[in-house]
């Protein structure tokens, strides 16, 4: 069993910055892959960066690539997701996933995903 637990959400202007956190523990095989989604009230969960964290891969969605960074801390079982230039448009519920990196892991397609972390809210306003 894996648990996640996110935090670092909040209220931003636009062109803000904030880093979520993404605090992990559990079967060590269970989180090699870890990812972020968000999800927007009305719209399909949407993959936006993973990472493998034992080669040291990641990967970033056409609509955050430039701005957004996954990394990991791997001594405190910690993901980060650094967020720069933040707008509206990003605003949505912000959680993490992890799994066993198998197929469409590095989309990050959330059927890739077994756990999940309750999630964080980040609301940019204009």
């Known amino acids: 069993q894996v648990r996640l637990v996110e935090s670092g959400g909040g209220s931003v202007q636009a062109g803000g910055s904030l880093r979520l956190s993404c605090t992990s523990s559990g079967n060590d095989n269970d989180r090699v892959c870890m990812a972020w989604f968000r999800q927007a009230p009305g719209k399909e969960r949407e993959g936006i960066a993973a990472a493998h964290t034992t080669v040291g891969i990641t990967t970033h969605a056409a609509s955050v690539k430039g701005r957004f960074t996954i990394s990991q801390d791997s001594a405190e079982k910690t993901v980060y997701l650094q967020m720069n230039n933040l707008k509206p448009e990003d605003t949505a519920m912000y959680y993490c996933?992890?799994?066993?990196?198998?197929?469409?892991?590095?989309?990050?397609?959330?059927?890739?995903?077994?756990?999940w972390g309750q999630g964080t809210q980040v609301t940019v306003s204009s």
């Open positions: 996933a992890s799994g066993v990196c198998g197929g469409g892991w590095s989309n990050p397609d959330p059927k890739a995903y077994n756990f």
